[in-house]
């Protein structure tokens, strides 16, 4: 298929699957253990209905919205995920272009293959970084310093990865940290010759460059991912994110809280956001979905956080759901990577114009012309029965 015959997200998942070698599309695709928190994921949000009004005019509709005191084009904006160079070269530097062009947020990962600050001159204006901490305190303190020092306003720490989780896919393919190209895999990637051009063609293994300046110089892309995986995942503590909290002069947003008393502990440590989040269903398999945890979580904090979501978005009315129930703000992971694997910069922007058509149509058949309109009346909870 051709990317301007895409219609839908899953045309794109479709097209990643044939673009990439197994190894590869597993490592992006999969979740841990018999991955029921994916599957949950999706289908916890198909089990909500919304309720349309009609006689509503719907003739001007905008999907403007306001995060952390900057108005946004649309009410999604691009999760972070780590080592996607591997899946197309410049992955990173093309979702924080198309970000910048559709207006919307992108969060780099502290396990980018792209450097906090090539990245950052994509968009200078919408990039926000998501911090990894290392073992070593003095790699950490630099990356902070980095990402202040080229301008980047709100700092992501994502606290759902205590330890490596077993995500069985990578596992059998001979596929875990630090992450290496197997005589297997590369037989394989011989029937996906488009990658394994670009592969080839790039000479090999992307580095992880941010890292590198903390590797001896002239490491290896390999050296460096080893490096990565020895040091990343340090133990982490309330006390440490409540010191990082205070260092970090801009907003301060804590992602992968799933429990009320934990997004009550984000408050008291001064946290401006949290984005409600179990890794798409890369760490627990047993979590709940955000989304049924939104409610909750809203009910407990109120207006004193601003609650994001992501985990499980493939749909324009995945996003309406989540604003009605009291998300400020929806971040996709899978949906937007496998635009840009499918088709590289264009591929991109195809998941984001798919996602803001869908978006569109949802809002206008249910009556809501602004995002400001949406709320719970329009919908229907599994809870409330037949
Ligand atoms: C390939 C891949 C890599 C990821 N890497 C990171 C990461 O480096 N940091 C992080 O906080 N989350 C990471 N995530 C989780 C995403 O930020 C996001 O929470 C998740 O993808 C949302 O679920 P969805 O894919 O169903 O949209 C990764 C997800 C994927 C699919």
């Given at each position: 298929?051709?990317?301007?015959?895409?219609?839908?997200?899953?045309?794109?998942?479709?097209?990643?699957?044939?673009?990439?070698?197994?190894?590869?599309?597993?490592?992006?695709?999969?979740?841990?253990?018999?991955?029921?928190?994916?599957?949950?994921?999706?289908?916890?949000?198909?089990?909500?209905?919304?309720?349309?009004?009609?006689?509503?005019?719907?003739?001007?509709?905008?999907?403007?919205?306001?995060?952390?005191?900057?108005?946004?084009?649309?009410?999604?904006?691009?999760?972070?995920?780590?080592?996607?160079?591997?899946?197309?070269?410049?992955?990173?530097?093309?979702?924080?272009?198309?970000?910048?062009?559709?207006?919307?947020?992108?969060?780099?990962?502290?396990?980018?293959?792209?450097?906090?600050?090539?990245?950052?001159k994509?968009?200078?204006?919408?990039?926000?970084?998501?911090?990894y901490?290392?073992?070593?305190?003095?790699?950490?303190?630099?990356?902070?310093?980095?990402a202040?020092?080229?301008?980047?306003?709100?700092?992501?720490?994502?606290?759902?990865?205590?330890?490596?989780?077993?995500?069985?896919?990578n596992?059998?393919n001979?596929?875990?940290?630090?992450?290496?190209?197997?005589l297997?895999?590369?037989?394989?990637?011989a029937?996906?010759?488009?990658?394994?051009?670009?592969?080839?063609?790039c000479?090999?293994?992307?580095?992880?460059?941010?890292?590198?300046?903390?590797?001896?110089?002239?490491?290896?892309?390999?050296?460096?991912?080893?490096?990565?995986?020895?040091?990343?995942?340090?133990?982490?503590?309330?006390?440490?994110?409540?010191?990082?909290?205070?260092?970090?002069?801009?907003?301060?947003?804590?992602?992968?809280?799933?429990?009320?008393?934990?997004?009550?502990?984000?408050?008291?440590?001064?946290?401006?956001?949290?984005?409600?989040?179990?890794?798409?269903?890369?760490q627990?398999?047993?979590a709940?979905?955000?989304?049924?945890?939104?409610?909750?979580i809203?009910?407990?904090?109120?207006?004193?956080?601003?609650?994001?979501?992501?985990?499980?978005?493939?749909?324009?009315?995945?996003?309406?759901?989540?604003?009605?129930?009291?998300?400020?703000?929806?971040?996709?992971?899978?949906?937007?990577?496998?635009?840009?694997?499918?088709?590289?910069?264009?591929?991109v922007?195809?998941?984001?114009?798919?996602?803001?058509?869908?978006?569109?149509?949802?809002?206008?058949?249910?009556?809501?012309?602004?995002?400001?309109?949406?709320?719970?009346?329009?919908?229907?909870?599994?809870?409330?029965?037949?």
């Open positions: 298929m051709r990317l301007e015959k895409a219609v839908n997200i899953e045309d794109l998942h479709k097209m990643s699957k044939r673009y990439l070698p197994r190894a590869v599309f597993d490592f992006v695709e999969g979740g841990c253990e018999d991955e029921i928190g994916i599957a949950h994921n999706e289908t916890a949000f198909a089990a909500y209905r919304l309720i349309p009004r009609y006689l509503v005019d719907i003739r001007e509709r905008s999907h403007e919205t306001s995060l952390f005191g900057r108005t946004y084009s649309l009410p999604f904006g691009i999760a972070p995920t780590g080592g996607v160079g591997l899946a197309r070269r410049g992955m990173e530097c093309m979702q924080a272009a198309e970000a910048a062009a559709a207006n919307i947020p992108f969060i780099l990962s502290g396990a980018s293959n792209s450097s906090i600050e090539e990245t950052f994509h968009a200078p204006q919408h990039m926000w970084y998501q911090l901490a290392s073992k070593e305190l003095k790699d950490s303190e630099d990356m902070i310093r980095r202040k020092d080229v301008g980047v306003g709100t700092l992501v720490i994502t606290v759902d990865t205590p330890l490596r989780s077993r995500r069985e896919r596992i059998r001979g596929f875990t940290s630090p992450r290496s190209m197997g297997g895999t590369m037989l394989e990637a029937t996906h010759p488009g990658w394994l051009l670009e592969y080839l063609r000479g090999g293994e992307p580095y992880h460059e941010t890292w590198r300046a903390y590797v001896k110089a002239g490491a290896s892309a390999y050296e460096v991912s080893t490096y990565v995986s020895q040091h990343l995942l340090p133990p982490q503590s309330w006390d440490e994110i409540h010191r990082l909290r205070q260092q970090w002069p801009g907003k301060f947003v804590i992602k992968g809280i799933m429990s009320p008393a934990d997004a009550l502990k984000a408050i008291e440590i001064g946290t401006d956001g949290i984005v409600i989040s179990n890794h798409g269903g890369r627990l398999d047993r709940p979905s955000s989304i049924e945890m939104l409610p909750i809203k009910a407990a904090v109120g207006d004193r956080l601003t609650l994001m979501l992501d985990s499980g978005v493939r749909r324009g009315s995945d996003i309406v759901i989540a604003l009605c129930l009291g998300a400020e703000y929806v971040f996709t992971g899978r949906a937007t990577l496998y635009g840009g694997i499918a088709g590289g910069r264009p591929g922007k195809k998941a984001i114009d798919i996602l803001r058509a869908e978006l569109d149509a949802v809002m206008g058949q249910i009556g809501a012309p602004t995002i400001a309109s949406l709320g719970p009346d329009f919908v229907r909870s599994p809870s409330s029965g037949q």
